[in-house]
């Protein structure tokens, strides 16, 4: 779908520690979707998951020392930086 990435060596994201990060690269993700496997969806899944599982994380320790409002700003920094 994304031509881009068709030499891309690097992992989905650098800063995560999933399954899917640690062990496949961006380029055969793009191989995988390109082909049609299953995998590809079945990797994109387990990254989300693993996101979302770590951001609902760092959401409840914010709202538990009183700093969400921090957590949110950087958060929304990071995001508009493309972190």
């Given at each position: 779908r994304n031509a881009r990435y068709k030499t891309d060596e690097r992992p989905i994201d650098e800063s995560c520690t999933c399954p899917a990060c640690a062990g496949f690269s961006r380029a055969y993700l793009h191989h995988l979707d390109?082909?049609?496997e299953m995998?590809?969806?079945m990797l994109a899944s387990i990254h989300n998951l693993h996101f979302y599982v770590n951001l609902m994380r760092e959401v409840?320790?914010?709202?538990e020392v009183g700093e969400f409002a921090v957590f949110?700003?950087?958060?929304?920094?990071?995001r508009a930086r493309g972190v």
């Open positions: 390109r082909c049609g995998l590809a969806p409840r320790d914010a709202l949110a700003a950087r958060f929304r920094a990071d």
